[in-house]
């Protein structure tokens, strides 16, 4: 009996296809509406006049930030000085690494089980409800190295800019941490404890697609980091989930998303909402996404601040590491709707049985 192939995602071929292989489609309920959807109303956070020196200004755009990530942990920032040039350069260099060949790209192919490293779909690791897109994960600490070792000298410049890029996003990370610690009254707490961490970069690429109707580009997830720091192209994509009803997150020239992931949820004790959301694709354009995750230090135990937690707002979540979290998410479970819930319990099962978690 001659074995069966396993299912490869090639864009430069399924794009051009009338239909979609069914390891992409996805089940009726996760489908993208037909219908319009409406654009959700986000605050838009001027780091600029955060940091003025106004101390009535600086609290008012603290609490404005509060009130959303209080909702659905969503908002946006503008005037954070990141060079325009640079975003540019990072997005067109972006472009010429996924319209390359399968072949080229994957000599930087990830491996099932780890984090870095190029990946079509998610092929290694599911069967059904395959997204439409492929992904480029990379260290936050080394781009450059890790380019010109995976794919060769010819990748030094990317990887340059990659690096340059990802240092502003450190830079900026910690001032958004303030504007999020100022909101719950905890200071400079937030960026204290991830002046030193881990992060996680991904590049992402949704090629255009014959029956977008069909499947998504990512499923609906709640990101199990701590903060998304996401900057689009001119395609819209990204989709939240609030109240009952998908919303579009439209992009905005020199504006990043930031949402919370489960991690900070749990290190603001739930004062602060993970939420749900998704991308889609179309059929007339790829659209590509650069998205920071900030993480903890792997060893770093993710405990509330004691101000945080009082009679009317005991403990949400158990002590764990980002390296545990991590491992569930890469190893044991698919970042769904019921990722942090799942997570607690598996750490808590974990505990009983006396295991240990790398």
Known sequence: MKKEQPF???AAILSRKHDIPADLIWSEEDRPTTDSV????LPVTDLACFFSGNAETALEIAKQVGEACSKHGFFQVTNHGIDKGLLEEAQRRTEEFFTMSLEEKERAKRNVGEIFGYASSLTGRFT??????????????????????????GFQQYGNVLQNYLDAMNKLVLEILEVLGLSLGVGRWFRDFYSDNDSI????YYPSCPKPDL???TGPHYDPTSITILHQDEITG????????????????????INIGDTFMALTNKMYKSCLHRAVVN????????????????????????????????????????????????????????????????????????????
């Open 238 to 257: 990204l989709q939240v989930h609030v109240d009952g009803k998908w919303y579009t997150v439209s992009p905005k020239p020199d504006t990043f998303v």
């Open 128 to 153: 059904s409800n395959l997204p439409w897109k492929e992904t480029l994960t990379i260290p936050t600490n080394a781009a450059e190295e890790y380019m010109v070792k995976t794919l060769g000298d």
């Open 8 to 10: 490869v995602f090639d």
């Open 283 to 358: 059929n007339m354009s790829a659209r590509k996404s650069l998205v920071f995750f900030l993480c903890p230090k792997k060893d770093k135990i993710v405990r509330p601040p004691e101000s945080l937690i009082d009679a009317e707002h005991p403990r949400a979540y158990p002590d764990f590491t980002w390296a545990a979290m991590e491992e569930f998410t890469q190893k044991h479970h698919r970042a769904d709707t019921q990722t942090a819930n799942v997570f607690a319990q598996w750490l808590q099962k974990t505990k009983e049985k006396g295991l240990t978690i790398d």
């Open 215 to 217: 499947t998504l580009g």
């Open 38 to 41: 409406d654009e959700l109303d």
């Open 201 to 204: 970069f991904r590049v992402n």
